[in-house]
């Protein structure tokens, strides 16, 4: 069946509010009217604003790269689900290996998130990944269930219309390697049979699957020319526009 194919932009800690307004608006030029792949950026929390009213109009969307998981309270420097609604965002990125590493992320708090950003109607791209000695190890397939399983605990078939799952193995990520095209195919065909045993096979194959290694210009037509790859989560190309745009181009 077709599935949406989703090109998403991480821009991570980078761009001031004016350069995030000048970039975007150099995007929206480039990509305008195209109808191939859902095109989505995930900028710094300060960047929002900007960013939604660069791209008012068009065919970009905004995300956030973190949401709490708390309707409101004593948590500072968090960013509830509704606070992001209200200003226009429509994803978040939940779970990224940067922010297991630094921040403390767990499976269960990326559950709790999610489920947070669910009922406040936003959709969710939920990571996933191994490192490399996990790979090395063998476990890379113990891993993701594990991952996916408390990820989703809780979360109805229904939900799931609303999540994006994002494989990025953690020693591809920002490093320059990526995953070869039959390794990334691997990994997300596993994902895919896995929802389909979690929940049904109507909700797997319906849901779109990123792959998020180091996905870049040069390489994006081959990975999503897979069965399984269904657009990516895409960190230093989606910080300049031709690139981005190459790979937004690459979607067939």
């Keep these: 069946m077709d599935r949406k194919y989703i090109i998403a932009g991480n821009w991570k800690m980078n761009k001031t509010p004016a350069e995030a307004k000048a970039l975007l608006e150099e995007i929206v030029k480039a990509n305008a009217g195209k109808t191939a792949c859902e095109i ?29 998981f708390k309707d409101n309270g004593a948590y500072t420097a968090e960013i509830s689900a509704a606070m992001l609604k209200e200003c226009g965002v429509e994803y978040v990125i939940i779970g990224h290996s940067e922010r297991r590493q630094y921040f403390g992320e767990t499976d269960q708090t990326v559950n709790l998130r999610t489920a947070q950003a669910l009922a406040n109607g936003l959709k969710a791209i939920v990571c996933v990944g191994e490192t490399l000695e996990e790979r090395k190890d063998g476990i890379t397939f ?16 229904e939900d799931m219309a609303n999540v994006v799952i994002a494989y990025e193995p953690v020693w591809a990520i920002g490093t320059g390697e990526t995953a070869t095209n039959e390794q990334a195919e691997e990994v997300c065909c596993f994902i895919r049979g896995l929802i389909a045993e979690l929940y049904s096979t109507d909700v797997a194959n319906a849901m779109t699957i990123q792959y998020g290694g180091s996905m870049n210009a040069k390489n994006a037509a081959e990975l999503l020319a897979m069965d399984n790859i269904d657009g ?17 181009d690459s979607v067939k």
């Excluded at 950026?41 to 956030?64: M, S």
């Excluded at 230093?236 to 745009?245: C, E, V």
């Design 40 to 68: 989505v950026l995930c900028v710094p929390a300060i960047d929002i604003p900007a960013a939604i009213e660069a791209t008012a109009g068009t065919n970009i969307k905004i995300g956030a790269q973190n949401v709490h």
């Design 142 to 157: 113990d891993l993701i269930s594990i991952q996916i399983k408390r990820a989703f605990k809780g979360i109805s078939a």
């Design 232 to 248: 990516g989560l895409i960190g230093g190309a989606s910080l300049k526009a031709p690139d981005f745009t190459t790979i937004i």
